[in-house]
C-alpha cells in the first residue's frame, strides 16, 4: 500500500477496488477539526505489534493511524 493510499485510509476515506488514490476535499466544522483523540488501552501479541510498528514506519505514520486505518477500512468492508 503507498503512504498517500494510508493516509486516504487514515483519514477515514476508503478507496474503492481498483483505485490507487483519490482525493476528496471536505470543509470540516471547527469541532471536528478540534476534537483530540481519545486514549485506549489494547493488547495485541509481540508479532502483530511488531508487524503494525514496521508497517507504520514503511509508511511514515504512527502506530495509531495505522491501527485507525485498519479499523476504518475493516468496519466499511463489514458493513458492506
Given at each position: 500500500?503507498?503512504?498517500v493510499e494510508?493516509?486516504?485510509l487514515e483519514d477515514g476515506e476508503p478507496l474503492p477496488d481498483g483505485v490507487i488514490c483519490q482525493y476528496i476535499f471536505v470543509d470540516l466544522p471547527p469541532a471536528v477539526k478540534k476534537t483530540p483523540p481519545v486514549h485506549?488501552?489494547?493488547s495485541l501479541k509481540p508479532n502483530v505489534l511488531a508487524d503494525i510498528d514496521s508497517f507504520a514506519d514503511?509508511?511514515?505514520l504512527t502506530r495509531s493511524?495505522?491501527?485507525a486505518a485498519g479499523m476504518r477500512d475493516y468496519?466499511?468492508?463489514?458493513r458492506g
Open positions: 500500500m503507498e503512504k494510508a493516509d486516504a485506549v488501552s489494547i514503511e509508511m511514515g493511524g495505522i491501527i468496519i466499511s468492508r463489514m
